[in-house]
């Protein structure tokens, strides 16, 4: 049987799927090991132990300043600003993303000028975004929608672009007006593609919510992972990052699953 | 123009804990109510991105250092006082080694610092000892909160950085600590500064952050139950505990008398320092792009005795509201 | 009424001639096969017709007025593929047209419009023979069940002009003779010209008042680009076939008569072989 | 006619395209007219003047120290570093993820594995990265990598799964073994997806490089950013930011034009 | 040789039960049409014959060996659609399966090797009426020609068992009897048994040796999913059609014969309608 063929059974499908986070933790584990013999103070690797006293530390124990549990303040305060992000990057695609794909006026206002920001870096012009919009929670979930949106939003815009002509044609054939080719053909068959192009875009809004954070802030994931890395405090940064990995794959996993709950017919089209 | 509202900001570093222990127990809110005004206190994490953010003006006051108050607001044409003299660093800053004994055994070595910052200013005076330039290390600019990861790396074997990456390098097995700010006592200046102009049409802004930080300094640094709380929430403020704190306030000269932060500012010993950072910062291009002189910028200081162009006075220091704290007269 | 006037109309795709000088007067209620060989224009001239693109030169008048520039509810269409819409079930495809025709905003219907629009829908959708499939998504059906989806859709709206791009080519012949019945109920019934594509030229005399045959006199290959096809043969079916009314081939018992695939069988070659 | 038709003459089209750039100069030199007027040192938007210094400055005049045109230079460092990360990203994402999209095996083994780690933010574990790879080009470039190599393995692997079925079978139906299925059918298909998600991908490979200049250099696009940052030398950053996303626009424009030129026929697909 | 031994065998998709219960002996070089309502499963048996799809009961014997579980060589495919590579152009195509079976490391052929088999790809093309077109790309073709290349790109490989799944629905019929020819040449000149699904009963009975109906007997809606296709009719061709022998539908001038077409419109109803 060639091995583009080959069927794996359940027990050998696991048994792979798993192999490699065992590896990874047990390359840890060594390494750890290694470098605190070395020098048992050492912070770069630290022990499973050392990081779950931390674990117990930020998540567990309320901080003797505030009286709030951390990690769980740290985590309601990033996600705040990652759904504010989230949320207007992804409606800005959606109306500007089908506006491009669909008028030819507005794609040649917007389109041109869309590709020029995606392309912008969006880090080298933080000053100039912290002075126009201050810096409370308006620059930082700025900062995400600057990140993420252009890339979305041309995402979209492609999306629509690429539906058959043929089938804006047969809306138009069924007395469509251009809003009604937008409301009833154009959006819902983009929507799939909105959740899949925000599933792309978590890592990236992830990246930006945490260079935010590490500029001003008093609370966020991100702010607590600069503040303690001056230690070198990897018994807390590792935590933050597998946490941070685990919201992010949950937000994925969520997502996939909302648009096959939301659009059945968007999971058998794959493939056809 | 007069106004009610003002906005501060400030950076996590040792000697500026006070102004978030401040803001969080209400020290701020209480003095900003005694003079009728309204003052916002906004903590960065980055410190560059506090003082861009002063210069570009979305902010009356900011914790500065005595250098970069020069080369960026005064530099960037903002008038600029001198509010507090709040620290000098006596330790907070330092050279490291790997494999090496004294400051000379730098040469020829590439040297991790932050670029054009205290850290380059404290390698210029570290090389000046011994009768070295600059030319003979290669300097590589790297982030700050990095210092300590990067020391580990096996490329890197010289290093100048500050506080709290201080206190964690000298702890790696390898490191040799060769040069430090306690040897240029008083020369790295940690500050409150103000707009001038703000400040001016304001005087109550001044007195009432006169009076936020002497009361806070004051608190955190008596030996009592209370102190020693204050220094334990500045230190879980800055990611770490009360004692990494305290070893932290050990390398740093801090005011908490306002007599003494009177003296030290009005003392001539701050001339010199002030030339020689005006000549380094100029040597590095600083002062401003078309600056033909370390004179291009004038400084006055306490006495009205002024560095640099007359016409051009950007850096003010001024013992006005440190002497109303000696005085009790806030 | 519903007559296309063609007149010298040419398109051309960059340096490619498609279509050479066509012209041709389709009179109302005609019901026209177009035949011709795999790639020579057909679809093109559907499109054209359709107002989905523009002649080159030439003109299209429908009812003696330019045709619009752009396609609209007066010309329906089933085209040979994307013809229905992957995110609506059956039943939401046959009833987008109506729907968004009498909802100029949120393109939906509610209350008793919904349901008497439903109980049409169901109605056309048992005609074509997709009862029991309301339900489904066109990713669901067969290409053949997706094409007769996209008849049901495009008659919903009663067009005066029906374009059809072989539209029974993947049927299998029981369906496609209860299609065929259907396609000539609602032309009779309805004020419709019928415009087919078909490679099936018992299709075309089955339902056809005329045969048009669209041929490239000029094959070689360095020719083909240079010139482009033209109307070969045009044949008027005979007897004639009227709208609302019938030919001997419309009487159901003569349907299978032997004299009509004579017919058939003798014409290829004078339509398409060259 | 309807919006969606609309068919613009080439005039229109080009102001059209143009209005939105010539909006945001305007704009700009209003900003920057006003704050000068306020702080003739105002640094934030400096005028175009001071802009043109600052270019001539840096581009065309030798710098004082080493004799350089620091532009050039920097450029110079920084693309060889982006062209490795690029590079090296592209050759991953062809092996692997052509191998997890077509080898059910490997599908199980590295599917879930390389979802996980592209939900890892990378600049969190920036210390790690140092010990293992040094502060030097490597570590550098191992950010760029780490930072698109698994996103765009995911979209190879994808879009190797998304070919029909019926291809694979089809070429097993011609007498390929699972190799040539791989080199004659699927690599061709997916080389011009694979240059599509790269054009993807420049954005977030010069944001890693920024801030992987950041962190440690002497030299590059990033590193000028950043220590200019520390006095605000917004006449300096704005013509960087230019600059790079001039580049980063060509390269994008460029690897279009590569993909149409090198596989004519994914160009005719579009659409169909 | 070519036999296929179909045994009691059932496909079920989840709950829905496609095939049910289906045995046949498909005896070797036969060419069996399999006609069928749009949707009862002949595209599913024609996967289950390739290996590319698993049986979920019963047995396929080919030449009394299991069928191997996954595609071959041995057995040749046209399907619906996706059928050619549209990264290679129409002589890429057709060469594509002699250059993988002759070089197992890069799949190309160099020298005299090329040239030799670039010569049968050019004959193969101009065979499916194709020449002209080597350097095409197949989205510059229309349906009916990339079928045709389909068709052209299995036969090279000149597989043992050949299915063809609606292979010439979209060609035109002058174009349709030239492939008819093809189809009949290389199957008597080649020991090949062929399967083809098709709507279209003249072509079932110009060249097939059997005509095998699936059909579900339950149709209401609520039985759809619980119960299969099943083989209704089975028709062997009188006279008996012989691989490299020949019938009197072989005759050419007996091809356009009214009396086949009698015969094939009779049959219909008994084969198609419920
Ligand atoms: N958008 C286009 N750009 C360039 N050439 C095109 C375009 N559309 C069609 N053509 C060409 O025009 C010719 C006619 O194509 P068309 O699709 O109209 O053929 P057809 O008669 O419908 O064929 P079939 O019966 O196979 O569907 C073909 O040679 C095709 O390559
Ligand atoms: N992968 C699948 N999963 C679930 N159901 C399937 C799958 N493939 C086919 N079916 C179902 O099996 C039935 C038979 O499909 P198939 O494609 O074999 O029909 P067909 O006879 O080839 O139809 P047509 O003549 O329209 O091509 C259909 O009801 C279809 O919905
Ligand atoms: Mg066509
Ligand atoms: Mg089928």
């Known amino acids: 049987m060639r091995l583009i063929n080959q069927r794996l059974s359940p027990p050998a499908l696991l048994a792979l799927k798993l192999a490699p986070f065992v590896l ?60 504010a992000g989230l949320g207007i990057s992804t409606a800005l695609a959606l109306v500007l993303g089908i506006a491009i794909g669909i008028f030819p006026a507005i794609r040649a206002l917007l389109g041109p000028f869309v590709g020029f920001v995606a392309m912008v870096p969006p880090l080298a012009l933080l000053p100039v975004l912290f002075i126009m919009l201050g810096l409370g929670e308006i620059s930082k979930i700025a900062l995400i929608v600057i990140g993420i949106a252009p890339i979305m939003i041309r995402d979209m815009a492609q999306r629509v672009l690429d539906l058959p002509r043929e089938q804006i044609v047969k809306a138009e054939t069924l007395s469509a007006n251009s809003w009604l080719v937008v409301w009833r053909v154009v959006l819902p068959q983009v929507l799939p593609r909105l959740i899949v192009s925000l599933r792309l875009q978590l890592g990236a809004a992830f990246l930006f919510l945490i260079a935010a954070e590490a500029i001003s802030s008093d609370s966020g994931l991100g702010y607590r992972i600069f503040l303690v890395r001056r230690y070198l405090s990897m018994d807390i940064i590792f935590p933050y990052v597998a946490w941070i990995t685990f919201l992010a794959a949950m937000a994925d ?20 | 123009q007069e106004k009610t509202e003002f906005n501060v900001a400030w950076s996590i570093y040792v000697g500026w804990m006070p102004w978030g222990y401040a803001e969080d127990t209400g020290i701020v809110d209480r003095w900003a109510d005694q003079y009728g005004i309204t003052i916002n206190v906004t903590q960065f994490n980055d410190y560059v991105e506090s003082i861009n953010q002063y210069t570009a003006g979305a902010y009356d006051a900011v914790t500065v250092t005595n250098m970069d108050a020069l080369s960026i607001p005064a530099a960037g044409g903002v008038d600029t006082t001198a509010v507090i003299v709040g620290d000098f660093s006596a330790g907070n800053d330092a050279v490291f080694l790997k494999g090496g004994e004294s400051i000379a055994d730098i040469v020829g070595r590439p040297v991790n610092l932050v670029e054009f910052s205290v850290s380059h ?13 600059e030319r003979d290390v290669n300097v590589i600019n790297t982030a700050d909160p990095d210092m300590v990861g990067a020391f580990q790396t096996a490329d890197v074997t010289a290093m100048v950085t500050w506080n709290p990456m201080v206190a964690e390098i000298a702890m790696l097995p390898d490191a040799v600590q060769v040069f430090d ?41 008596s030996d009592t139950p209370e102190g020693a709380e204050a220094r334990a929430a500045m230190g879980a403020a800055s990611g770490t505990d009360q004692a990494g704190f305290e070893a932290q ?29 005006r000549a380094f910062l100029f040597d590095k291009g600083l002062l401003t792009p078309t600056a033909t002189s370390d004179n291009a910028i004038g400084i006055e200081l306490p006495g009205g005795t002024v560095l640099g162009d007359a016409d051009n006075i950007k850096l003010r220091f ?13 | 009424m519903t007559a296309l006037t063609i007149t010298n109309l040419w398109k051309e795709y960059g340096d490619q001639i498609v279509l050479e000088n066509i012209s041709i007067d389709i009179a109302p209620r005609s019901f026209v096969a177009l035949v011709g060989a795999s790639g020579c224009g057909k679809t093109t001239l559907l499109r054209l017709l359709l107002g989905q693109e523009q002649p080159t030169r030439g003109t299209i008048l429908l009812d003696d007025a330019p045709l619009p520039t752009e396609p609209g509810p007066d010309r329906g269409v089933v085209y040979q593929r994307y013809s229905v819409f992957p995110h609506l079930t059956v039943l939401g495809n046959v009833m987008l047209g109506p729907e968004m025709a009498g909802s100029r905003v949120w393109g939906r219907l509610t209350g008793a419009r919904k349901s008497a629009l439903q109980d049409r829908a ?23 069940m997706q ?70 006199t000029r094959i070689r290959p360095e020719e083909i680009a240079r010139y482009g096809a033209q109307i070969g043969k045009d044949i008027a079916i005979w007897p004639p076939r009227v709208a609302g009314g019938g030919t001997i081939y419309d009487n159901p018992a003569l349907r299978d008569d032997p004299a009509l695939d004579t017919l058939i069988a003798g014409r290829p070659d004078s339509i398409e072989r060259h």
């Not at chain 2, 500012?265 to 010199?272: G, P, Q, R, W, Y």
């Not at chain 2, 002497?323 to 009790?328: C, E, L, S, T």
């Open chain 1, 24 to 83: 990874l933790i047990v390359a840890y584990l060594a390494g750890s090991a290694a470098r605190l013999t070395d020098n048992p103070a050492d912070k770069l690797l630290p022990a499973l132990s050392s990081m779950a006293t931390a674990i117990d530390l930020m998540a567990f124990t309320p901080d003797r300043r505030t009286g709030e549990y951390l990690l769980w303040t740290d985590t309601a305060a990033s996600l705040q600003r990652l759904g």
């Open chain 1, 253 to 272: 996993y969520g997502l996939d699953r909302l648009r096959r709950w939301l659009f059945p017919w968007s999971e058998m089209e794959v493939g056809k």
């Open chain 2, 121 to 133: 200013y404290l390698l210029a005076r570290a090389l000046d000892s011994v009768g070295l330039s």
């Open chain 2, 181 to 221: 700010s306690s040897m240029i006592p008083g020369e790295i200046i940690d500050l409150m500064v103000a707009n001038t102009e703000v400040l001016d049409a304001n005087p109550d802004f001044g007195r009432a952050l006169a009076g936020i930080w002497y009361e806070t300094v004051t608190l955190m640094t």
């Open chain 2, 249 to 277: 306030m050990a390398a740093t000269e801090l005011f908490a008398d306002p007599a003494a932060a009177v003296a030290f500012t009005a003392s001539a010993d701050l001339a010199d320092t002030m030339n020689l950072v």
């Open chain 2, 318 to 330: 001024t013992t006005d509201y440190m002497q109303m704290a000696a005085d009790g007269a806030l």
């Open chain 3, 122 to 144: 169901r109605a056309m959708i048992a005609d074509v023979g997709l009862a029991g499939a309301e339900g489904k998504y066109p990713a669901q059906l067969s290409g053949g």
């Open chain 3, 147 to 216: 094409q007769r989806l996209a008849l049901a859709q495009a008659l919903m709206m009663q067009p005066r002009v029906l374009l059809l791009d072989e539209p029974f080519g993947a049927l299998d012949p029981g369906i496609r003779a209860d299609i065929h019945a259907l396609m000539q109920r609602l032309w009779h019934a309805l004020p419709m010209t019928v415009v087919m594509v078909t490679h099936d030229l018992r299709e075309a005399f089955t339902l056809g008042t005329r045969i048009v045959a669209l041929e490239r």
